[in-house]
């Protein structure tokens, strides 16, 4: 007897996605906000949308895996994760990826690269991802969308849900990671309640040789990191079409540990930064951490005005503290002289989204509405002391000043929109949109350099076909643009040359055209994507890492995709492809691979994996391709194998976790980045070179009641 598959779909707050697994149940479509901001059945979407379902989300984290990892293997065009705190390079079809919780951007106009590091996977439903271009939320997106869809409540008596696990290389004592999580929910028919808690500690890691790994510099990661995420919803039904909803949270995650990096040339003649160590009595003022906190409330009313209504009111604060870091400082009478630093910088996000769905006939249905929101940004630096740096070899951090680090700035942005669909045949579905975004931006003054205000704005359109052959399979053709921002922290305050109201920014816009399939039938689950998407401007950085916009021309194209086979007896086969290519118009009109340190890694993943409901295996291959571009620069492949083994039991769910089974020893594609970006003005190359893992064990255990 054939299974019954239920196609998934993610549609929060604008896109769609394609289920990655299959479930026995009866065939129905699980509605998402990703591909259209409203509850929409995948089938409905002309695009490729991937949805990870908390099954096997759970089944990634208990095998060992972050969240961002699990995605990176999960999503097909997401490239894999870089391991470390920092999600920088993950992109999605090789450009930059908007990411969300229940439709609230964690993205900021200063580009941060931490919107990983912001929720614990336990407080997760489910994963929504749109690939490709997209302008439904604003900017950011030019490579797709993620929306994290959280945990709610539920009718009924109170249910619980508690987990704890410990992943270990068995390097050494403090090579472990522990995790604890607890949640409750509870209602009736009118009001539910979910607060979920969810902690990690981690402790050191390993790479494939045995050796400790060399803390992240750059941009930090983490080892001897604390987490605690705290997820509450109230749920309250108005009237019988009247429903709102108000989320809460609390997410903290940083440095507690006393390992760091010795620099034993610092106070040399001529000091240097060769010849570092990891050692222990590391301590400073101001340790790697992630701090957020959201607030986020969401009223629909089913008939106003003959429409379904939709609002949003949100707000989002993050700071974000980074490591002591070293600047060479040309003002010191030593050669080679080093100032060690650490900035804080802070975003502060308020909005009021309102949307209308109306259906205009049997075959002709509109969605149309209005986005209003605030930035503000600021950020400072923390100088340390010379004296108690040099004599402590970089393990000492303390406080000396503390002066601003960029020029802060405020951006209001006020955005219109409209999305038609026409169900032309039985088969034939159309659709086009257009969105218009104002931005207006006020910058400080900074270190004698004056602010200023100027404004831009973006007009964005997209258009599709979607074409259903009735007998599983779906075709569809689009066109869509999407844009993105330079950052203002980093592109003003850097010389007086570059003054706020003469130098306008102006957002960067990216032109996509897609062509995908999907088919889901029988035994086999199916999607894939051709795509090619274009812009006429780059962002890149200067050697100090400031940014600057080029006026070449950029284009990525490509092939996603993903497979599974559903055998008898449990057993299930598949994986995913992502080949991509970037290439950047030379000064003379050539066409030249992109710069390595922007540039998309292809990959692969390939699974087999057996369950009977009560014990389950699955071995997984990741693979990263290599990569090199036409100034030599290279990024080495890998490849690893994890193992995840389950059982359940009347105590609960046991599972054991095996990741990078053969102990592979490489560098992630981030470390060679940041060897490329910060080697050799900030110094040596392997103080930036962040290896990966070597092979763990993770013993997860989890119950519900």
């Given at each position: 007897?054939?299974?019954?598959?239920?196609?998934?779909?993610?549609?929060?707050?604008?896109?769609?996605?394609?289920?990655?697994?299959?479930?026995?149940?009866?065939?129905?479509?699980?509605?998402?906000?990703?591909?259209?901001?409203?509850?929409?059945?995948?089938?409905?979407?002309?695009?490729?949308?991937?949805?990870?379902?908390?099954?096997?989300?759970?089944?990634?984290?208990?095998?060992?895996?972050?969240?961002?990892?699990?995605?990176?293997?999960?999503?097909?065009?997401?490239?894999?994760?870089?391991?470390?705190?920092?999600?920088?390079?993950?992109?999605?079809?090789?450009?930059?990826?908007?990411?969300?919780?229940?439709?609230?951007?964690?993205?900021?106009?200063?580009?941060?690269?931490?919107?990983?590091?912001?929720?614990?996977?336990?407080?997760?439903?489910?994963?929504?991802?749109?690939?490709?271009?997209?302008?439904?939320?604003?900017?950011?997106?030019?490579?797709?969308?993620?929306?994290?869809?959280?945990?709610?409540?539920?009718?009924?008596?109170?249910?619980?849900?508690?987990?704890?696990?410990?992943?270990?290389?068995?390097?050494?004592?403090?090579?472990?990671?522990?995790?604890?999580?607890?949640?409750?929910?509870?209602?009736?028919?009118?009001?539910?309640?979910?607060?979920?808690?969810?902690?990690?500690?981690?402790?050191?890691?390993?790479?494939?040789?045995?050796?400790?790994?060399?803390?992240?510099?750059?941009?930090?990661?983490?080892?001897?990191?604390?987490?605690?995420?705290?997820?509450?919803?109230?749920?309250?039904?108005?009237?019988?079409?009247?429903?709102?909803?108000?989320?809460?949270?609390?997410?903290?995650?940083?440095?507690?540990?006393?390992?760091?990096?010795?620099?034993?040339?610092?106070?040399?003649?001529?000091?240097d930064l060769n010849d570092a160590e990891i050692r222990d009595g590391y301590r400073s003022d101001r340790d790697p951490t992630t701090d957020r906190r959201l607030l986020n409330l969401q009223y629909h009313h089913g008939d106003l005005l003959g429409q379904d209504f939709y609002l949003q009111a949100f707000h989002r604060e993050e700071d974000a503290n980074f490591q002591a870091f070293p600047y060479p400082d040309p003002h010191w009478s030593a050669p080679n002289a080093y100032e060690f630093r650490a900035s804080q910088q802070n975003t502060r996000l308020s909005g009021l989204k309102a949307l209308f769905d109306a259906e205009l006939g049997e075959s002709l249905s509109l969605r149309y509405g209005l986005d209003l929101d605030r930035e503000n940004f600021d950020a400072n630096q923390m100088i340390f002391s010379q004296g108690a740096t040099d004599a402590s070899g970089g393990l000492v951090q303390s406080a000396a000043r503390v002066e601003p680090r960029y020029p802060g700035y405020e951006i209001d942005t006020t955005s219109a929109f409209a999305q038609g669909d026409w169900q032309l045949t039985e088969a034939l579905q159309l659709s086009a949109g257009l969105r218009h975004q104002r931005m207006d931006v006020a910058v400080d003054d900074f270190r004698g350099i004056p602010g200023g205000e100027n404004d831009y704005d973006a007009t964005l359109f997209n258009a599709s076909a979607l074409y259903d052959f009735g007998n599983g399979h779906q075709s569809w053709l689009r066109y869509s643009q999407g844009f993105e921002l330079p950052d203002p922290a980093k592109y003003y305050g850097k010389s007086a040359s570059v003054s706020v109201a003469e130098n306008p920014l102006s957002a960067i816009e990216t032109d996509q055209i897609e062509l995908g399939w999907r088919y889901q039938g029988g035994d086999w689950m199916a999607q894939a994507a051709a795509y090619y998407s274009w812009s006429d401007r780059a962002v890149e950085n200067d050697t100090d890492l400031s940014v600057v916009v080029v006026d070449q021309d950029k284009r990525d194209y490509g092939l996603e995709g993903a497979v599974t086979r559903y055998f008898d007896h449990g057993l299930e086969a598949g994986g995913t492809l992502h080949l991509t290519r970037s290439e950047q118009r030379s000064a003379a009109g050539e066409w030249e691979k992109r710069d390595a340190r922007y540039a998309s890694v292809s990959a692969a993943t390939a699974f087999v994996g057996w369950s009977d409901f009560q014990r389950s295996a699955r071995l997984q291959a990741n693979h990263a391709f290599d990569l090199e571009d036409d100034a030599d620069r290279r990024i080495d492949g890998f490849t690893t194998l994890d193992l995840t083994l389950g059982q359940r039991t009347d105590l609960g769910r046991f599972s054991l976790g095996v990741q990078n089974l053969l102990d592979e020893q490489y560098s992630t594609v981030w470390g060679q980045r940041a060897a490329m970006f910060y080697s050799p003005y900030y110094g040596p190359e392997y103080l930036y070179d962040y290896q990966g893992r070597g092979r763990t064990y993770t013993l997860t255990w989890s119950l519900e009641y």
């Open positions: 007897m054939k299974k019954t598959l239920t196609l998934g779909l993610a549609i929060a707050t604008g896109a769609t996605p394609f289920a990655l697994q299959a479930q026995q149940t009866e065939t129905q479509e699980t509605l998402v906000v990703v591909g259209s901001r409203t509850p929409t059945q995948i089938s409905q979407i002309p695009g490729a949308v991937w949805i990870v379902e908390q099954q096997e989300l759970q089944q990634q984290i208990e095998g060992g895996a972050d969240f961002k990892t699990a995605l990176g293997r999960l999503v097909p065009g997401l490239d894999l994760a870089p391991q470390g705190r920092t999600n920088y390079g993950q992109n999605l079809r090789g450009r930059s990826v908007q990411v969300l919780i229940d439709g609230v951007s964690l993205n900021g106009s200063r580009g941060l690269s931490r919107q990983f590091d912001s929720i614990d996977p336990f407080n997760i439903e489910r994963v929504e991802v749109l690939s490709g271009a997209s302008s439904l939320y604003g900017g950011g997106a030019t490579g797709g969308i993620i929306n994290i869809v959280t945990r709610h409540g539920e009718s009924g008596a109170p249910r619980g849900r508690s987990e704890a696990g410990v992943t270990t290389g068995f390097n050494r004592s403090d090579d472990r990671d522990f995790r604890l999580a607890q949640s409750v929910s509870a209602g009736n028919d009118r009001v539910q309640g979910y607060l979920g808690v969810a902690y990690q500690d981690n402790g050191r890691h390993f790479d494939g040789a045995g050796e400790e790994i060399f803390p992240d510099i750059a941009q930090t990661d983490l080892q001897d990191n604390r987490s605690i995420d705290i997820l509450g919803n109230l749920g309250v039904d108005l009237a019988a079409n009247q429903r709102l909803d108000i989320t809460a949270q609390l997410y903290r995650s940083g440095f507690e540990g006393e390992r760091g990096v010795y620099f034993p040339n610092l106070d040399a003649a001529s000091p």
